[in-house]
């Protein structure tokens, strides 16, 4: 923390002269602090009244810097740097009130997701209703844990005093941040640096609900939490479904930290049927089928009514090809929590498997009606999942798709360019909406050199993502079937070209480029073939 100063000397209205200083903190935050750059240098303003003949006297704005300087150091949500512009605030306090719908026998959780509404309801404006659900998550946190609860309580107070603060109830915010202060003198944390596992914990919740670009965060947090108390069920449970949604597949399911981790939750949480059917899920990744078949049986036998084992256990007999199933399964979830955009989602992706089916099986003709009913669901499925969360990327990018397929040109591309503003706005998600455009031009529009031009764009953006990949493949199915009506076809070898190059092929590049200059003068072809020789000098 530093001083800064500035000097200005007046007269009074009795003529003694007054200096008015005026004073700026720069406060940094203190341990386990989640600042952004913004937030990590908050500078606070006050005004002090200094008479030469009577000294200091201390203006009511004195108190708002003594105050903004111990909050800054709390750890709770309105430090730990949750940006409304990072997630849809109506589908999480949706997801949030069906949490506490549904997990009413844990009464922990249930107070650790009143915390998180309590915050949303601030960012909504609705300050009277977070005071409420701030408070509630301090009654059920004792009702819990009786007596032993302070440190369950840190998050919730630090929220309570921010609370306060910003509603000018400097008396409440003093009092939490008192109670804060007897906390820890009673549990001295053991590091400068690290909060408490309960704290930890809570922190790894709350980045794993808000946002999936917190999703890392989330881990980060859990892993230390696990580090200090290594069997506790829920930082292993949590630290196990933030791997599940981040990490990569290994070659090898002994070396996939998810599922080892998986494994280990389900020890610490025999009762967790979600987790049961994450871990059938993974397994199938690696062909692990009978396990995974009797891990997802069980938890839908043990938990046939909760819509978040139903709705997982729907996407893993989606993905299994029982396409019907899925459905029956996930349209009785959607009667419990009928404001799900998940599994809008899941419905439509599903409904989309069993139009994809139609078509395979060669009933285009004599089933027409029916694949008509089952994109109109799908369409429905998607319409009801962006009202939901507007800002549902890959929901909108498939329903522009969906338009396109269904000759409804002009409102496909409309939907297009409100997805690519979203996409923009949220810096999420990009290069799948540059890809569904792709095949929006190349199927729907039926124009070929957007559809290549969008591809390449694509590819550029990330050639070892899921998308890249994908957009290689079309690329090469387009190259391919041109040199097959065309041998000499130079732009065909160009894209070959082009795909090796972005994949980092530069030998099969060089020769793709050589190929292509052969048959057509070309200064980009040219250009390229020049800096991939030159970089293997």
Known sequence: MYLHADSLYLLDGKSKETRIVSVSILCCGSRGGDFTEQQNQIELSAHFSVNKDRGLIIMSSTQDIVFKTKLLQLECHFTWALRKEDTDLTDLLNRLEDQINFDLGRKAGVARTYNSIGFVKYLLGSHDEALSHFQRSVELTKECHGEDCDKLLV??????????YNRKDYEECK????????????????????????????????????????????KECFRKALELEPDAGEWNSGYAIALYR???????????????????????NPDDDVLKVLLGLRLTVYRKYDEADSLVEKALENSPEHPHVIRYVGMFFRNQGSVDRAIALLKRALERVPNSSFIHHQLALSYKKKKISLYRAGS?????????RVRNQCIYHLEMAITLKSS???????????????????????????????????????????????????????????????YMQCLKMGPDKSEGRRSAGHLKKIAEKRISRNPKDAEAFGILG???????????????????????????YLSNLCDLRLSLQ
Not at 250 to 263: C, E, G, V
Not at 364 to 372: D, G, L, N, R, W
Not at 403 to 415: F, R, T, V
């Open 155 to 164: 998050v919730s107070c630090g929220n309570l005093a921010w609370l306060h």
């Open 498 to 524: 082009f795909i090796h190059k972005e994949k980092g092929e530069k030998c099969h590049a060089i020769e793709c480029y050589e190929k292509a200059l052969s048959y057509e003068d070309n200064a980009e």
């Open 392 to 454: 549902f990327i890959s929901a909108m990018s498939e329903l522009a798709l969906h338009y396109g397929e269904n000759q409804d040109l002009s409102k496909a591309e409309e939907q297009f360019q409100a997805t690519f503003q979203v996409a923009t706005e949220k810096n999420d998600a990009y290069q799948l909406v540059t890809l569904c455009y792709a095949e929006f031009q190349e199927y729907s529009m039926k124009c070929e050199s957007l559809a290549i031009k969008h």
């Open 246 to 268: 981040t990490e990569t597949e290994q070659s090898n399911p002994t070396d996939s930290p998810t599922i080892k981790q998986l494994r280990r939750a389900i020890e610490t």
């Open 175 to 218: 009092s939490y941040l008192d109670q804060l202060k007897e906390i820890e003198k009673k549990y001295p944390p053991d590091s400068t640096s690290v909060p408490y596992p309960e704290v930890l914990g809570e922190k790894g919740w709350t980045f794993l609900k808000f946002s999936r670009k917190y999703y890392e965060r989330s």
């Open 364 to 372: 285009h003709h004599s089933k027409s009606a029916e694949i008509k």
